[in-house]
């Protein structure tokens, strides 16, 4: 079975522009979820999609925003980019989120620069 | 959600077993332990997550302590490529794991 697949690998952005990135979940499993992955910061929790529907939030700005489609597939999405949000960020996703238990798989991650 | 203490670092020697323990003297009846490991630059990798009995799979073992205070997480054959940071997290069945936090982890250094 397919791991978790992101991409883009490596992006370089500049401060203002916006970015999209993709994340393909494990064949089944309807939640995928966001992370971001700094340093200093940790893991830190984007958002939850499950069904195509946002169902948990993290406490980023509104620039951060997501969506999923019918075949479970996410996107993620940072406007107006800051010297802040350059990191690793993370999709995982899981056949229900956690609710049976059933633990998370995580992508390799999108490796964002800001310059 | 219950708090795991780990040791900063250990080494291992190629092709001994590795042996990572976890402290969660405040776990409940309902969580699960997990193990997740990172490699740099990579996503976290999950590898085992048991209730109360031991658990193995092809990467690993999981030993719990009766009293589910602490485990320890196995890797029979350690191999350089084992070298990563493990983390030990401890989550509520029923719950959704969605929203993870990873500690500082236990930076493990297979020694050829």
């Known amino acids: 079975k397919a791991g978790v697949t992101q991409t883009p690998r490596y992006l370089i952005k500049t401060r203002g522009q916006q970015v999209t990135l993709s994340c393909s979940p494990i064949?089944?499993?309807?939640?995928v979820s966001w992370y971001q992955q700094t340093p200093g910061q940790g893991l830190q929790f984007l958002f939850e999609y499950f069904s195509e529907t946002q169902r948990n939030k993290g406490n980023f700005p509104g620039r951060f925003s997501g969506r999923q489609f019918s075949n479970s597939r996410s996107e993620m999405n940072v406007s107006t980019l800051e010297l802040g949000d350059s990191a690793l960020y993370l999709c995982?996703?899981?056949?229900?989120?956690?609710?049976?238990?059933?633990?998370?798989?995580f992508g390799n991650g999108t490796r964002l620069t800001v310059t | 959600d219950a708090k795991t203490t780990q040791p900063p670092s250990m080494d291992c020697a190629e092709g001994r077993a590795a042996n990572l323990p976890c402290n969660h003297s405040?776990?409940?009846?309902?969580?699960?332990v997990y193990w997740y490991r990172q490699i740099h630059s990579q996503g976290p990798q999950y590898i085992i997550h048991?209730?109360?009995n031991n658990e193995t799979n092809e990467m690993a073992s999981l030993i719990i302590t009766e009293d589910r205070k602490s485990s320890t997480l196995i890797l029979p054959h350690a191999t350089l490529r084992d070298t990563a940071v493990y983390y030990c997290?401890?989550?509520?069945?029923?719950?959704?794991?969605?929203?993870?936090?990873f500690g500082k982890g236990t930076l493990l250094t297979v020694n050829p």
């Open positions: 064949s089944g499993h309807r939640s």
């Open positions: 997290i401890v989550r509520p069945m029923g719950g959704s794991n969605y929203k993870l936090t």
């Open positions: 048991g209730l109360k």
């Open positions: 405040t776990i409940s009846g309902n969580e699960y």
């Open positions: 995982a996703s899981s056949t229900d989120g956690g609710q049976s238990g059933s633990p998370l798989h």
